[in-house]
């Protein structure tokens, strides 16, 4: 089993920044991606951002390219994400999920452990 813990949300206006953070524990031997998603009110769940365990490859949603980073510190098992230029569209409970797989992709369904979220709010 993982376990993930997300900080770092609150409250910012519109073009500030935040950094979310999420650690990980337990057998992250076995982590391939950590990813982010988030879910705003009435809205399904929405790909973030994801970053490969090992190589650090990289991958964003285009809403967010350009604006957030997604970056791990694998010596603290723990992965950030940078959000700058932030707009009240990204206001959203934020989560961090780990996947098996190398198949896991933008697709939430194929990642196995999630947080319990992190509320970040934009005021515009």
């Known amino acids: 089993q993982v376990q993930v813990v997300e900080s770092g949300g609150g409250l910012v206006q519109a073009g500030g920044s935040l950094r979310l953070s999420c650690a990980a524990s337990?057998?992250?031997?076995?982590?391939?991606?950590m990813g982010w998603f988030r879910q705003a009110p009435g809205k399904e769940r929405e790909f973030v951002a994801t970053?490969?365990?090992?190589?650090?490859?990289?991958n964003y949603a285009d809403s967010v390219k350009g604006r957030f980073t997604i970056s791990r510190d694998n010596a603290k098992n723990t992965v950030y994400l940078q959000m700058n230029s932030l707009k009240s569209e990204d206001t959203a409970v934020y989560y961090c999920?780990?996947?098996?797989?190398?198949?896991?992709?933008?697709?939430?369904?194929?990642?196995?452990?999630w947080g319990q979220g992190t509320q970040v709010t934009v005021s515009s």
């Open positions: 970053i490969t365990w090992n190589s650090g490859r990289t």
């Open positions: 999920a780990a996947a098996r797989s190398a198949a896991s992709g933008t697709y939430s369904r194929n990642y196995d452990y």
């Open positions: 337990g057998r992250t031997f076995s982590i391939y991606a």
